[in-house]
């Protein structure tokens, strides 16, 4: 069955989460006389991700989005980082960053040229506001932003695929996923969605050593999204 | 409060629906011999529009998506028309005209200003593929795609409203709903969001003699996208 549908992943497979984050920090601390690691605490604000997202999984709570569950971390991020004091609208901004992350270099010019001839959303645990702020900010050609707080449901669990899926009136074996991590893409070929691997080794920064590479066989492997524009045809 | 996002109606107010399915329904007409008002037909078919949301939204059965609507209301059309022997696929493919409307003259050019300075979402009662399909189809620029089915509500119900307006994280206030439709912008203004009147006045063919004006105080009326652009600013 042909695809009619690409399906991203967003945090690390299209926008460089952790050296955003690491860059708007190193501004911020300049101009506020903080001395911090940086890469710490981007990494320690992701860390708190997946745990948060288990508690609304797990059914502890009703639905929260990504937003909220960012500004709870970020308050015990702050703590932890010994950084006190700020508005709750210094708070807010900061929380923000998520909406401002910056596409890797390839991401842009990708999506374009597969834009042609494939219907593009998106499929991350990110809220709607999030990904539709980040992309006017980085200029990503989105067709539909679907995913996690349409679906109700956070990634991995079925029916964020599945709902997406049946948003856009589609099998999901006419859907492809595609992500730069593996237990994405075997929770999406659960459900029958077709899979891409795109590598991005420095997701994690210079020390990543899991999601190198393809752990399964995938339907497609790409280096990045012009790679996968090649493959595809487009 | 300055607008963030600008919320639109879509049939009628972005695509021309009655002209683009007379348009199509006369050349399949002529290639299968078939001699039809199809004028009457876009009409008959549109009249059967809000009875079958009404039922929806008087909770007579659960959400049933536009799409599943328009094929009930199809299968009767064709009977009235006396149009039968069709396959399957040739009614699923009649259906789906409504992914394939065609935008009026100034839609594309209008949105693409706006978009410069404005998130653009669709508030339709369109489901997410059948208007996801028809930006594809006519190179409408949305950054994203919301309104009744992710809602879970037809407009005019306040939720079509507030939802769409909460999934961009945005307060009514800093929404600007846009439409051809009177009725549609007194529902949005109930629920707080702004509004402006764009004059469709052929949207209902050349006797169409109800929403050629605005009939309340909005906070724009414009004759067309550019025009609303321009008023904006954009």
Redesign the interface.
């Known amino acids: 069955m042909a695809f009619k549908a690409l399906l991203f992943d967003v945090f690390g497979t299209v926008v460089d989460w952790r050296g955003s984050i690491i860059a708007e920090a190193e501004g911020w601390g300049r101009s506020h006389g903080l001395d911090r690691d940086w890469a710490a605490f981007a990494d320690g604000w992701r860390a708190k991700y997946q745990p948060a997202m288990q508690r609304v999984r797990e059914g502890q709570s009703g639905w929260v989005k990504l937003?909220d569950l960012h500004h709870a971390n970020l308050l015990e991020l702050l703590d932890e980082f010994g950084i006190s004091g700020l508005s709750e609208q210094e708070i807010d901004h900061w929380n923000r960053v998520w909406h401002r992350l910056n596409p890797w270099p390839d991401s842009v010019a990708g999506l374009t040229r597969l834009k042609r001839d494939y219907?593009l959303?998106t499929l991350s645990n990110g809220?709607?506001?999030?990904i539709?702020?980040m992309?006017?900010h980085g200029g990503l050609p989105?067709?539909?932003?679907?995913g996690a707080?349409?679906a109700g449901h956070y990634k991995p669990q079925p029916e964020a695929y599945l709902k997406t899926a049946g948003?856009?009136?589609?099998a999901p074996g006419e859907c492809l996923m595609v992500a730069a991590h593996n237990a994405d893409l075997v929770a999406a070929a659960g459900c029958g969605l077709g899979t891409a691997f795109i590598r991005r080794p420095t997701e994690y920064g210079p020390s990543q050593d899991f999601d190198m590479e393809p752990e399964n066989e995938y339907d497609y492997v790409a280096d990045d999204f012009l790679d996968l524009a090649s493959q595809l045809g487009c």
């Not at 948003?167 to 589609?170: A, T």
């Open positions: 937003d219907i959303a809220n709607v506001a999030l539709v702020n992309a006017k989105w067709d539909a932003v679907l707080e349409v948003f856009l009136g589609l």
